[in-house]
């Protein structure tokens, strides 16, 4: 899928699950409606991406991964074309069942994330 594709910070992250890569251009605008019903559209900023995704990770990149999580800003590069924005994890990490026996790390875990630019 897009594993090589994805970049945060300029470091290439693993692939997604498959079938969880999801992303959108949203216009970020106001509306309202004046005193004669007409509905007026002030657009602050047009093509915000949002994408998301959903990780299997050890427990070594998931704690990369909640790292960036934890930062005001981070740059993200799709298939060569940056964006600046903030990144946040979105639910909750989860534990694969039995992973802990797992050589090498402390488990394996599944890691929603959601990245909106500003």
């Known amino acids: 899928m897009l594993g090589k594709f994805i970049k945060i910070n ?8 498959t079938g969880t890569f999801k992303s959108n251009m949203n216009p970020n605008e106001s509306e ?3 005193e004669n019903g007409i509905r007026k559209t002030v657009p602050k900023r047009l ?4 994408w998301s995704a959903e990780f299997n990770c050890t427990s ?3 704690a990369t991964l909640k790292g960036y999580c934890r930062l005001a800003r981070v740059s ?4 060569g074309v940056t964006y600046q ?9 989860s534990l694969v069942e ?3 026996y797992t050589a090498g790390t402390d488990g ?3 890691l929603p994330l959601v990245f909106q630019s500003f």
């Not at 093509?47 to 949002?50: A, D, V």
């Not at 924005?85 to 990490?93: F, N, V, Y």
């Open 47 to 50: 093509e915000r991406l949002s």
């Open 85 to 93: 924005g903030t990144l946040r994890a979105s639910g909750d990490e």
């Open 60 to 62: 070594t990149m998931l």
């Open 32 to 34: 309202y409606f004046t």
């Open 98 to 100: 039995n992973s802990e």
């Open 108 to 110: 394996l875990w599944v």
């Open 10 to 17: 300029n470091t290439t992250i693993p692939n997604p699950n």
């Open 76 to 79: 993200c590069t799709i298939n």
